[in-house]
């Protein structure tokens, strides 16, 4: 009974112990580089969408959410990365709250955006007579909508029950719950798991559909970016859920209990891993602004056209 006693003792004091000084070298430097490049890139591909196409396409509608969650996780991270570097929280703790809300938060939304994306893509290429039913701006809007008020709305519930004083780490065990992690864990699975079969699918009608010669180069070009899409989905989210759940059962001295600290170092170095998602969004941003100056340039040729036969 006291060796349980003080296993609890010993797993509960290492929650509280500093990152490591070279993972904290690593998240002021990975941190960096993502925020720079990341807004850079997010800002242009929200203002090519905003300023020169006038026309908001299912495609448009799902780059503007994904571009405003990626923008709002970015905002966040100056302020994790000096949450770290320093002892005491001195902005107080509502907006700390909207802080952690904003990186916490966004994450999921980017989630189930690039899910909903990755569903679009699979019902347009395996069923487009079916995505003339499913597949409209306003439907599209509805389904982000629904997204951000679901996202949102869990945040609320979480952070209001919220005991501990300090901002970005060392979170009290009301937020660290079994059903809070169940629930995070689930969402990952389940989205990855569509992802997985909707890209599957896409690259098989694509493949199928290229056979011909003049269509085998945009086919083979569309596989490249639908598999590099998932391939950044698993790889920048993977290791941060794992991480989320080694170090959850360490956490509560369930298994791993020696390795508190470790996996709390792990995690964090997952976390920044997968903030470069906000990064590599990018390849889907020209994807689509492409797709745009490609039918824009379309429009305005037909249009001559009709304008030299008149």
């Known amino acids: 009974m006291n060796q349980s006693l003080l296993r609890a003792t010993n797993c509960t004091e290492a929650n509280t112990i500093a990152l490591n000084d070279s993972v904290k070298q690593f998240q002021v430097i990975v941190s960096l580089i993502t925020f720079v490049l990341g807004l850079v890139l997010n800002v242009a591909a929200l203002w090519s969408l905003c300023l020169k196409f006038k026309k908001w396409t299912v495609s448009a509608i ?14 966040s991270l100056p302020f994790k990365t000096y949450a770290y570097q320093t002892e005491q929280w001195p902005l107080g703790p509502g907006f700390c709250n909207l802080l952690e809300s904003l990186y916490y938060v966004n994450m999921y939304t980017s ?31 509805i389904g982000c909508v629904v997204v951000w008020i679901i996202i ?5 519930y979480i952070y209001s029950k919220k005991s501990s004083q300090n901002c970005f780490y060392n979170h009290s065990s009301s937020v660290w719950k079994l059903t809070t992690v169940a629930a995070l864990q689930s969402v990952f699975l389940v989205t990855a798991l569509i992802m997985i079969f909707c890209t599957a699918q896409i690259i098989r009608t694509l493949q199928r559909s290229g056979t011909l010669s003049a269509e085998k180069k945009d086919s083979n070009k569309s596989v490249k970016i639908v598999l590099s899409n998932l391939l950044t ?22 298994v791993l209990s020696s390795y508190v600290v470790p996996l709390r170092n792990f995690l964090q170095v997952c976390l920044c891993l997968a903030n470069v998602n906000c990064v590599l969004d990018a390849l889907y941003y020209y994807f689509v602004i492409n797709e745009f100056w490609k039918l824009s340039r379309n429009s305005l040729r037909a249009t001559n056209e009709i304008v030299k036969l008149n």
């Open 62 to 75: 799902y780059t503007s959410n994904l571009i405003i969650s990626d923008i709002l996780l970015l905002f």
């Open 111 to 141: 989630i189930l955006i690039i899910t909903l994306i990755s569903v679009d893509r699979y019902i347009a290429i395996k069923h487009p007579f079916l995505a003339r039913t499913f597949r409209s701006p306003k439907k599209t809007v």
């Open 152 to 156: 949102w709305s869990c945040c609320i």
């Open 233 to 254: 989905f698993l790889v920048c989210f993977t290791p941060y859920h794992v991480g989320i759940l080694l170090y959850f059962s360490a956490r509560n001295c369930r």
